[in-house]
């Protein structure tokens, strides 16, 4: 593991770094993927996709995902599970510290997604796994016939919104402004429901309970009026931030701390790339990152061949 | 034991609460996503802290009880036991260097 020098070393088991790692095996290149928690990426979370082509009908995140990584096998692509620490390029070398010793590559595609954004309020920490979720898939059936928030007013609020009413007796959407930002085909759904209410220009101040949730203090952003909610649980869905922690000094990031890339995925070093939910400007929908783990894979194929 | 032992309602007072050695315990449904992504690294725990530290799974759908008397509330969460008693929680799908610590710290910890 020292010793060995990698000819490409992929970042992220989601669909951009699966969709890299059977680009790059079907080419035959001497390819590692790293992940550090299990492969698959967000899009397991997702109960159901119906605008992924090839699946009329829709299919469950959980599958896709894993249609995904048995593709990967197929064509023996190895993985490790281990945390990514640090990046150092020495000259053309790429060499990977991670939580499990070190890897060498001569190219590296960064595709380690998003993870689900906090809202760092009060008793969020505190009451995670006692009524406080960021997965409606996982934890929405422990809450039936009882009172459950969602926080967020996106697509994934309103899919783990509609998800949990099949549990919950109701379900309250908190929502920051006085329209929803999610597609209009969840929308008209969610509006439809009816388990379903929402409450608008409001956000969440604090979360209170004893063993478990028990209320929510809210305050409308219009009037700063506040009040109190009896739920519980709340399922937080307030969007996903860039997995880049090792990253600072390597690469510049983009604002919101996305890896900026031209048409190939390229990042500023040469031999780095990046794909999906990573890199700047990226639309963050599971066919977008399969598209760029491919285009990333092709490239880095390229540049590796160009040594 | 190598391989992460599944224990229910009935055997879980017996398996994990009168066991010699530390326990960690993984919560988990077949219609969860993240559950099923956590179980090769648990299972790959197993071996790599075989007679030192004892693993179970507990089907939540099967086993309610014992869910609901730890207040499991989300899963996949990982309970680690030690004398009988839970001291130590983790919630969610996190890297295997993050568990590797939480299991170092139940081996070392003498409280």
């Given at each position: 593991m020292v010793?060995k020098v ?18 790059a095996?079907?080419s035959r290149l001497d390819t ?15 109960e159901?996709?119906?605008?992924y082509?090839g699946?009329?009908?829709g ?7 894993s249609l ?5 096998e197929?064509?023996?692509l ?22 499990e ?12 997604g998003?993870?689900?954004s906090k809202l ?15 997965c409606a898939?996982?934890d929405?059936a ?13 697509n994934?609020?309103l899919n ?7 549990f919950?007796?109701k379900?309250?959407v908190i ?9 209009k085909?969840?929308q008209e759904r969610?509006?439809?429901n ?7 220009d409001?956000?969440?101040?604090s979360?209170?309970?004893?063993s478990?949730?028990?209320e929510?203090?809210l305050?409308?952003?219009k009037?700063g009026g ?5 739920v519980?649980?709340v ?7 860039p997995n ?18 031209n048409?190939n995925?390229e990042t ?8 999906g939910?990573i890199?700047a ?11 760029d ?10 540049y590796?061949?160009?040594? | 034991?190598?391989?992460?032992q ?21 919560f ?5 996503a993240p559950c099923?992504?956590i ?5 790959e725990l ?9 693993f ?7 086993s309610?009880a014992?869910?609901t ?7 996949p969460t990982?309970l ?15 890297p295997?260097a993050e ?13």
């Amino acid at each position: 593991m020292v010793d060995k020098v990698y000819q490409l070393i992929i970042i992220g088991g989601g669909p951009a770094g699966l969709s890299a790692g059977i680009y790059a095996a079907r080419s035959r290149l001497d390819t590692l993927l790293i992940e550090k928690a299990g492969l698959g990426g967000q899009i397991l979370n997702a109960e159901w996709v119906e605008n992924y082509p090839g699946f009329p009908q829709g299919i469950s995140g959980a599958e896709l995902g894993s249609l995904m990584s048995q593709q990967a096998e197929k064509y023996n692509l190895p993985t490790a599970f281990a945390e990514v620490e640090g990046i150092e390029v020495r000259g053309e070398e790429k060499i990977l510290k991670t939580s499990e010793g070190q890897y060498r590559a001569k190219a590296v595609i960064i595709a380690g997604g998003s993870e689900y954004s906090k809202l760092d309020v009060p008793g969020e920490e505190e009451f995670r796994g006692r009524g406080v979720s960021y997965c409606a898939m996982c934890d929405g059936a422990f809450f039936k016939d009882e009172v459950v928030a969602v926080v967020g007013g996106g697509n994934v609020a309103l899919n783990d919104a509609l998800f949990i009413t099949k549990f919950a007796s109701k379900v309250i959407v908190i929502h920051r402004r006085d329209q929803l930002r999610a597609t209009k085909v969840l929308q008209e759904r969610a509006l439809a429901n009816p388990k379903m209410e929402f409450i608008w220009d409001t956000v969440l101040e604090s979360i209170k309970g004893d063993s478990q949730v028990r209320e929510l203090q809210l305050r409308n952003v219009k009037t700063g009026g506040k009040s109190n909610l009896s739920v519980s649980g709340v399922f937080i869905a307030v969007g996903l931030k860039p997995n880049i922690e090792y990253l600072r000094g390597l690469l510049s990031l983009s604002d919101g701390g996305f890896i900026p890339v031209n048409g190939n995925m390229e990042t500023e070093v040469p031999g780095i790339f990046a794909a999906g939910d990573i890199r700047a400007g990226s639309i963050r929908q599971v066919i977008a990152a399969a598209g760029d783990g491919a285009i990333a894979a092709i490239a880095a194929e390229a540049y590796i061949s160009s040594r | 034991m190598a391989e992460p032992q599944s224990v229910d309602d009935k055997s879980f007072d017996k398996v994990v609460l009168e066991a010699k050695t530390p326990f960690l315990v993984d919560f988990w449904a077949p219609w969860c996503a993240p559950c099923r992504n956590i179980a090769p690294i648990v299972e790959e725990l197993a071996k790599e802290y075989a007679g030192k530290v004892g693993f179970a799974k507990v089907n939540v759908d099967e086993s309610s009880a014992v869910a609901t008397r730890y207040s499991v509330r989300s899963i996949p969460t990982l309970l680690f036991f030690k004398d009988s008693k839970p001291v130590n929680q983790i919630v969610g799908l996190r890297p295997k260097a993050e568990l590797k610590k939480n299991l170092d710290a139940l081996l070392t910890d003498k409280g």
